[in-house]
T-cell receptor, first 111, second 116 residues
Framework: QQQVKQSPQSLIVQKGGIPIINCAYENTAFDYFPWYQQFPGKGPALLIAIRPDVSEKKEGRFTISFNKSAKQFSLHIMDSQPGDSATYFCAASILGNQFYFGTGTSLTVIP | GAVVSQHPSWVICKSGTSVKIECRSLDFQATTMFWYRQFPKQSLMLMATSNEGSKATYEQGVEKDKFLINHASLTLSTLTVTSAHPEDSSFYIC????????????FGSGTRLTVV
């Protein structure tokens, strides 16, 4: 059973575009929602995270939008660059006891 | 920030042998470490949660006799793949966070295991 559903599976945007990756969850006990970026052959790296009492969080070019009532959250990458080409995973956790990952989105930013 | 070191980054072994992968928290003490397995172009699958000084908690379907986890100190957890077979070939990743600070959860760089 997939605790966190992620879409799309892959995404191609032009440089400067704003890719949006969406995730949905069912368990309302989740209290922490991080996004990770992973390059081939490397471990995931934390990009940005949000807690359910906040509807939006920005860090640099990355923004998380959180809709608690819809149980959805999304990642927006502003002014995307070729260097942003990677796989992105959303995740959810309850007090850090376990992290449930989405299925991943492969992003390609075309120069 | 929290730094997690994983070693080796890649290993090739013969079928039937055992391989040990180390996961170290370099600048913090980690009472809990997680071990994941990732197949190409797929998500991370939690294999087990490693707790310092106690037995690891394995996820359903993960053979604990095959994937031995030892968390003997607050900075080191090891995953041993015993009697490895080609189907065990995968990317193994660990993660950890400082006690009570799961927002600082950090991943190791991963270990590519190839069993021939």
């Amino acid at each position: 059973q997939q605790q966190v559903k992620q879409s799309p599976q892959s995404l191609i945007v032009q440089k400067g575009g704003i890719p949006i990756i969406n995730c949905a969850y069912e368990n309302t006990a989740f209290d922490y929602f991080p996004w990770y970026q992973q390059f081939p052959g490397k471990g995931p790296a934390l990009l940005i995270a949000i807690r359910p009492d906040v509807s939006e969080k920005k860090e640099g070019r990355f923004t998380i939008s959180f809709n608690k009532s819809a149980k959805q959250f999304s990642l927006h990458i502003m002014d995307s660059q070729p260097g942003d080409s990677a796989t992105y995973f959303c995740a959810a956790s309850i007090l850090g006891n376990q992290f449930y990952f989405g299925t991943g989105t492969s992003l390609t930013v075309i120069p | 920030g929290a730094v997690v070191s994983q070693h080796p980054s890649w290993v090739i072994c013969k079928s039937g042998t055992s391989v040990k992968i180390e996961c170290r928290s370099l600048d913090f003490q980690a009472t809990t470490m997680f071990w994941y397995r990732q197949f190409p172009k797929q998500s991370l699958m939690l294999m087990a949660t490693s707790n310092e000084g106690s037995k690891a908690t394995y996820e359903q379907g993960v053979e604990k006799d095959k994937f031995l986890i030892n968390h003997a100190s607050l900075t080191l957890s090891t995953l041993t793949v015993t009697s490895a077979h080609p189907e065990d070939s995968s990317f193994y990743i660990c993660s950890a966070y400082p006690r009570g600070r799961y927002e600082a959860c950090t991943f190791g760089s991963g270990t590519r295991l190839t069993v021939v």
